[in-house]
């Protein structure tokens, strides 16, 4: 299996910055392969949104409601995955939750795996 730790949430006025960071780890010690990584999130009351993907190559996707302002990336070597949300706003006041897909084990195909999600708040 992989498991999945973000950090980097919290409470920020309108206009502020927040990094959240996404570990990946294999509960038996590594990880085979890993495809593609986002970060995605769900207000009160919402279904849960894509914010950003990145895959494996660097490409990357973004929510429109977002372009311009957060920025993802990763480390391959680390299997970690990184989002910059700069100019935030009150409406991304959310949990945002780490997705990588994955393959744990070469014994294993590819399936999605989620974090625990990480609480941000933008204040107005």
């Known amino acids: 299996q992989v498991q999945l730790v973000e950090s980097g949430g919290g409470l920020v006025q309108a206009g502020g910055s927040l990094r959240l960071s996404c570990a990946a780890s294999g509960t038996s010690g590594s990880i085979f392969s890993i495809n593609a990584m986002g970060w995605y999130r769900q207000a009160p009351g919402k279904q849960r949104e894509l914010v950003a993907a990145i895959s494996s190559g660097g490409s990357t996707n973004y929510a429109d409601s977002v372009k311009g302002r957060f920025t993802i990336s990763r480390d391959n070597a680390k299997n970690t995955v990184l989002l910059q949300m700069n100019s935030l706003k009150p409406e991304d006041t959310a949990v945002y939750y780490c997705?990588?897909?994955?393959?744990?084990?070469?014994?294993?195909?590819?399936?999605?795996?989620w974090g625990q999600g990480t609480q941000v708040t933008v204040s107005s």
């Open positions: 997705k990588a897909f994955a393959r744990a084990t070469i014994e294993m195909g590819f399936r999605d795996y």
